[in-house]
């Protein structure tokens, strides 16, 4: 079995966090959620990070925590979706792991999203589908130079994306429900 990380990348709303705890459950590994070690870190919600100290010192204080989440053994990693805004955290997840882009199409995003634009800083007070598509539009590049692989998300089950992954990975056979 392949003892490296697997780090999940991709924009926000496309199921980094849903699929990597059930990635972490189904292989007995660690699960770390960079936004929630950051909240962790700072004692304060990724909300009030941008409100009170902005973007840029959130990037920072990103930053910081991906180089310690990329010194851990044999995890599941989900990260924020602007991790690949700064190429060094790219350089430091791919040391110990492999970059996994849950990929989906702006229609699958937007449908994800209607949930939680609420809890999503650059989306607040703002035709949030239009900065939606904004920011897609210039992080895909990123995503994509970025990943080692890419996993289609559109019109899948988390759990279909999970074996998706699970056979790249672990060269672990598609689960079946009996």
Not at 105 to 118: F, P, R
Request: with cysteine; charged share 30%.
């Amino acid at each position: 079995m392949n003892e490296k990380n697997i780090v999940l990348i991709g924009f926000m709303g496309t199921g980094k966090t849903t699929t990597g705890r059930a990635l972490a459950q189904r292989l007995n590994r660690k699960f770390l959620d960079s936004d929630y070690c950051i909240e962790e870190r700072y004692k304060m919600s990724i909300s009030d990070i941008f409100a009170l100290y902005g973007e840029e010192k959130f990037r920072q204080w990103e930053q910081d925590t991906i180089n310690d989440l990329s010194k851990e053994k044999h995890a599941v990693i989900s990260t924020g979706g602007g991790i690949v805004l700064k190429e060094e955290n790219i350089i430091k997840l791919k040391e110990n792991g492999k970059l996994y882009l849950l990929s989906g199409s702006l229609e699958t995003i937007i449908s994800n999203l209607k949930v939680s634009t609420d809890d999503r800083p650059l989306l607040k007070g703002k035709d949030w589908i239009a900065a939606v598509e904004k920011l897609l539009n210039c992080r895909l590049q990123l995503y994509n130079n970025a990943a080692d692989y890419i996993i289609d998300i559109n019109k899948k089950s988390t759990l279909s994306i999970l074996d998706e992954i699970l056979k790249i990975h672990c060269n672990i056979k598609p689960y079946k429900m009996i």
